[in-house]
């Protein structure tokens, strides 16, 4: 699965794209791909190659392409640009988007002993002040495909990590008061049941 411009589409710039356009290539599975205003894309890719500790499956990890800057030596040679890896996990990071302020948020899975959730992380463009934003208290262990609202809070998909095939609850993340606390899984908007907080 590699990174395409549909045709019809534009670029970060407004140009319009007359053809699709490959911009990615190899073996690698390359998905949830967003424009930085510059132009670069931020997508999550399992390029690096490691096997994640649960499942030993390839882990997807963010990573920024650059169509300005030359093909490095270690991609595939027909990459449209300088493709760099942004986050380093044993497990995947996923769901990036890019936030009114610039800063970028995905979804990382944390699993390391008894520790197994997808909370909230931020990061800057390129790769630094990685910080846990929203879900090590929660009483809901999973947040995905988070979107910003105008007020900066967020919303996304709430659930329980086992047995719902990414199904849940959609909830607003009071992300920009930092209201994370075992009362977080009041705030779904759908669906009339609690989402559990335990593995029952």
Request: glycine share 10%.
């Amino acid at each position: 699965n590699d990174l395409w411009v549909r045709t019809g589409s534009c670029h970060a710039d407004g140009s319009r794209l007359s053809a699709p356009v490959q911009l990615t290539c190899g073996s690698s599975n390359e998905v949830d791909p967003q424009y930085l205003p510059d132009g670069r894309v931020v997508f999550s890719s399992d390029r690096p190659g490691h096997l994640d500790e649960y499942e030993r499956r390839r882990s997807t990890v963010l990573h920024m392409l650059d169509r300005s800057q030359s093909v490095l030596a270690a991609q595939p040679s027909c990459d449209s640009g300088e493709v760099v890896q942004l986050s380093f996990n044993q497990s995947h990071d996923r769901n990036p988007i890019i936030l009114k302020d610039g800063t970028i948020a995905f979804s990382r899975w944390e699993h390391l002993g008894g520790v197994n959730k997808f909370p909230v992380f931020f990061m800057e463009p390129d790769g630094t002040d990685l910080f846990v934003k929203f879900g090590s208290h929660s009483g809901v262990n999973s947040f995905l495909d988070v979107r910003e609202l105008v007020d900066g809070r967020m919303i996304g998909t709430m659930m329980p990590l086992t047995g719902t095939f990414e199904g849940g609850a959609i909830g607003v993340l009071d992300v920009a008061a930092e209201a994370d606390n075992a009362n977080t899984s009041s705030l779904q908007l759908t669906g009339t049941q609690v989402i559990p907080t335990g593995r029952e």
